[in-house]
């Protein structure tokens, strides 16, 4: 069985002094928390500071975006040999990329496909907006963005797929746990269609509005394997709390 993965998004939010105060906040209960995969995703100005707070704990770090160069005339960008010095993990598609900076699935491809080839594991966030799911696009939308993402990669190792409807992002008002579980079997259908039957294991997340008072809804759905958590990541006591419920409901 995949083992399950929750991953905190803090998105652009801390200094290096509160992210430190937020991982020593959190640090001891998390490293509590057994059977369950946990990842940090701090903004990239603390991606150092917090890899050194969690060497040798079972807490994994990642980051919320890369460029898919290694090196060059890229001014602002970050690659993926510099993140992998400090993290195993890294966020691709995230739907605030994709609506506020221009991301497309393509630039998701190409970014996916460099992050597994620095030894990365991509975290690619799918979803569709509400006027999608509305006119019935919902399933062709995130199909699309999922075997367009991947297109640059022969195998899916190492890659977590996170369903994050657009419209349940920081709105408070989560997908229905029947939603996100039709939408997550969807996917593990899509990926073992295209990569062969071992693609199913893939995990799947559902992330949006996701909190201490309804990760088990989620988790208690066959094909949701974790979350990707935003604002309830920023609070120490409930993202603590939503880890330790996931674990207890594997
Ligand atoms: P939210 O964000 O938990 O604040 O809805 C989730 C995300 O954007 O990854």
Redesign the pocket.
């Known amino acids: 069985m995949t083992q399950p993965l929750i991953v905190a998004?803090w998105?652009m939010n801390g200094t290096v002094a509160e992210a430190r105060q937020l991982v020593a906040a959190m640090k001891p209960g998390l490293a509590g928390v057994k059977g369950v995969g946990k990842v940090l995703c701090p903004p990239f100005t603390a991606l150092a500071t917090v890899s050194e707070m969690l060497e040798g704990t079972d807490i994994g770090i990642g980051a919320q975006d890369m460029y898919h160069e290694d090196s060059g005339a890229f001014t602002g960008q970050v690659s993926p040999g510099m993140l992998a010095e400090f993290c195993s993990y890294v966020i691709l598609g995230?739907?605030?990329r994709r609506s506020l900076f221009g991301e497309t699935s393509q630039s998701v491809a190409w970014k996916v496909a460099a992050a597994k080839a620095a030894g990365l594991s991509p975290i690619m966030?799918v979803g569709e907006t509400i006027s999608e799911r509305e006119t019935g696009r919902a399933e062709a939308v995130v199909d699309g963005q999922v075997l367009t993402g991947l297109v640059g990669v022969s195998n899916i190792d190492g890659v977590s797929i996170?369903y994050?409807p657009v419209w349940?992002?920081?709105?408070g008002a989560a997908a229905s746990p029947d939603d996100a579980q039709a939408m997550a079997s969807r996917i593990h259908q899509v990926l073992s269609d295209r990569f062969g039957p071992p693609a199913a294991e893939t995990p799947v997340l559902y992330?949006?509005?996701?909190t201490d008072e309804n990760i088990l809804d989620f988790m208690g759905q066959l094909d949701i394997d974790g979350a990707?958590?935003?604002?309830?990541?920023l609070k120490p006591d409930v993202f603590v709390a939503l880890t330790r419920a996931a674990a207890a409901s594997v």
């Open positions: 998004n998105k995230h739907s605030e966030c996170a994050e349940a992002i920081g709105s992330g949006g509005s996701v990707l958590v935003g604002g309830a990541s």
